[in-house]
């Protein structure tokens, strides 16, 4: 049950982007009931703010918690930074819909990315995986995106081709279905299969039904290396054909070589929202991104699943292919793909986590350390840990310019998405961490290119719109009672070194008027749920 607090003294940062204002909060039956100055409730349990900034409940627009909120309810990590929702299924990654014949293919295509998956961890459809997280409580809030590659791997399993008009149409139907139940959208992975082989007749189709509904389509584009500018217009095309409004995941330019070239991107955006396109994206406050170690292959590579492609790589004449596709970034039958060992070097890829226990030494190097430990090529590291560990290995990429990803952390359509790939185990990225002290520390140093205000406002009001959460993201009366109480000298703890370190200077946390984060401590309630679209 939600008790009735009343914060006094804070310095409220309310969403909007204004100036800080000294005010107390009086908190009732989990909701904001009253905002102003010496407020007098005296039935109400005091908290002292003492100065603090008093913020809105932060929202992960982008992350690939899925799991990991099955798994770990408490969500401590996620609690620690202040953020009281998380935005999951994106890049075409998630837990369901499958069908009778799809969990197998869909737990190998999550388990890429985020681990081994059992068949517990798989669901029907939309409302299967809501009622697993509400059964077993959780203290933060969860908004769901239909992942793409369910829906083909539902529909076609992982066959390299278009889909027929007769799978577009059953795509539809099963994704018409989870939109129904209450998902807020669809995610496309673009480079990742399956989701990377479908043409545009089938995302044009996808991309109507999205709109048909009022939901968000989001997508990890096809290239954010040279084809990085084609790619938006891709996006932009499929938004305008199919009448949707959309999101563009972790906007960044990527590989030394296109560096300076997210300017370009941007303008992009932005003449089409002036031609009425609704779109806008998302972006992590680091220069490294991090994903399956499958991703340094191209596409093609994964026809038919992983264990074609380990057949592949048991034949001389398959992996020949596969190392001039790595090393000389030779794939014919992979128009566009660019190899990422081409653009930053073994050195700059390092492990970030695997499932198989006999790699868990690896973690943390990099694949030039690792093969020159073992005194073999990186080219034959990359095959025998894909070999040991079924693709299922996390990586770490060193791949972006401070001056491009500035430039997305302060521009307008931008919102913060810590794109965190949890797993119980490993060295991975710290922006799982991290993302959010990361971004606020900047802001009150001025480091970034936003005041606090509006650093905040990326963090809450501008997610909250964009993913229809219209009782959140502010601090008014009537809303939702997610708040975040920070001291002037927050800081991520987490580096690339030492990623799980907490942050400090996020020392309450309240979820729906209930303390998830009391005194920095956590109180074990799981006042959250799993948030269905109006």
């Known amino acids: 049950m939600s008790a009735t607090f009343l914060i006094k003294g804070a310095r409220v940062i309310d969403g909007t982007g204004a100036p800080w204002f000294p005010a107390d909060v009086l908190v009732e039956r989990g909701r904001i009931a009253a905002v102003g100055p010496m407020l007098d409730a005296p039935d109400a349990e005091p908290l002292e703010a003492q100065g603090r900034f008093l913020a809105p409940g932060f929202i992960d627009a982008h992350c690939h918690d899925d799991l990991i909120q099955l798994r770990q309810p408490g969500r401590p990590e996620k609690v620690a930074q202040g953020v009281t929702t998380v935005v999951v299924g994106n890049c075409s990654f998630g837990l369901y819909p499958q069908s009778p014949d799809s969990g197998g293919p869909l737990r190998e295509h999550f388990g890429n990315l985020l681990g081994t998956v059992s068949d517990q961890e798989t ?6 995986y809501r009622a697993a997280l509400d059964g077993r409580g959780t ?3 969860l908004v769901s995106l239909v992942g793409h590659a369910a829906l083909r791997l539902a529909v076609m399993g992982w066959q390299n081709r278009a889909a027929t008009a007769e799978e577009r149409e059953a795509m539809a139907d099963l994704l018409a279905e989870q939109l129904r139940q209450g998902a807020h959208g669809l995610s496309l992975g673009l480079v990742y299969p399956p989701s990377a082989w479908a043409d545009r007749a089938e995302l044009v189709r996808l991309a109507e039904v999205v709109a048909e509904h009022g939901a968000l389509l989001t997508a990890h584009v096809r290239s954010y290396e040279g084809g990085l500018i084609a790619s938006v217009d891709e996006f932009l095309d499929l938004l305008k054909a199919g009448g949707a409004s959309g999101l563009l995941s972790h906007l960044q330019a990527a590989g030394k070589p296109y560096w300076g070239s997210l300017p370009r991107a941007v303008e992009r955006l932005e003449i089409a929202r002036k031609g009425g396109t609704d779109v806008s994206f998302d972006m992590y406050p680091y220069p490294a991104g991090s994903s399956t170690i499958l991703q ?8 038919g699943g ?10 001389a004449d398959g992996l020949a292919a596969l190392r001039r596709a790595v090393e000389d970034g030779e794939a014919p039958n992979d128009a566009g793909w660019e190899s990422k060992i081409r653009l930053i070097g073994w050195e700059n890829v390092r492990i970030g986590g695997v499932s198989a226990d006999e790699l868990r030494e690896l973690e943390g190097l990099s694949l030039t350390e690792i093969a020159g430990v073992a005194k073999e090529a990186p080219f034959d590291t990359l095959v025998r840990l894909i070999r040991a560990d079924r693709g299922r290995t996390n990586i770490v990429m060193f791949q972006l310019a401070e001056a491009d990803l500035e430039t997305a952390l302060s521009h307008p359509l931008h919102m913060l998405g810590s794109d965190g790939l ?3 185990t490993g060295k991975p990225h710290p922006r799982a961490f991290g993302s959010f002290p990361r971004y606020l520390a900047r802001a009150i140093a001025g480091t970034g290119g936003l005041g606090l205000e509006d650093t905040v406002r990326h963090m809450t009001a501008v997610p909250a719109q964009r993913f229809g959460l219209s009782d959140r993201g502010l601090i008014r009366p009537g809303m939702v009672a997610d708040l975040t109480l920070f001291t002037a000298d927050v800081a991520d703890g987490a580096t690339f070194q030492d990623p799980t370190r907490p942050p400090h200077g996020i020392t309450d946390v309240l979820v729906a008027g209930q303390f998830v984060l009391r005194d920095g401590g956590h109180t074990g309630a799981r006042p959250g749920k799993a948030l269905a679209r109006a």
């Open 123 to 128: 669901f029907a459809d939309f409302a299967g």
């Open 139 to 141: 203290a933060i809030n």
């Open 296 to 303: 340094l292959l191209p596409p093609s590579a994964l026809a």
């Open 306 to 315: 992983v264990e074609a492609l380990l057949a592949r790589m048991a034949d």
């Open 422 to 424: 949890p797993r119980e």
